[in-house]
């Protein structure tokens, strides 16, 4: 399995931006589509943005559209997610998953690889 390490949370004021880091070990990052969830306080995780190995088939919760861009850098094996416009119910932990598959799945259950999370904060 690959190791996943998020970085880039933070503290910020509605309609500020963030761009969140998810660096993954191994040599065999390109193989993975990449995904970003969240968690809020006494809610289930949900999807937010997910990217396929090849970068051609990129999803998105329609809650992210219009605001947030995945990205990824398969020669830096990072995954990227760059939010704007945030606000306050973006508040939650967040946490880069990875799995090896040709689409990106958008159930956590589908995917084996989780980094440990790093918090955003959106105060309105």
């Known amino acids: 399995q690959v190791q996943l390490v998020e970085s880039g949370g933070g503290w910020v004021q509605a309609g500020d931006s963030l761009r969140l880091s998810c660096a993954a070990s191994g040599r065999t990052f390109s193989r993975y589509a990449m995904a970003w969830f969240r968690q809020a306080p006494g809610k289930e995780r949900e999807f937010v943005a997910g990217?396929?190995?090849?970068?051609?088939?990129?999803n998105y919760a329609d809650s992210a559209k219009g605001r947030f861009t995945i990205s990824r850098d398969n020669a830096k094996s990072t995954v990227y997610l760059q939010m704007n416009s945030l606000k306050p119910e973006d508040t939650a932990v967040y946490y880069c998953?990875?799995?090896?598959?040709?689409?990106?799945?958008?159930?956590?259950?589908?995917?084996?690889?989780w980094g440990q999370g790093t918090q955003v904060t959106v105060s309105s």
């Open positions: 990217k396929s190995w090849s970068g051609v088939i990129t």
């Open positions: 998953a990875a799995r090896i598959c040709l689409g990106v799945p958008t159930l956590q259950y589908d995917y084996g690889s």
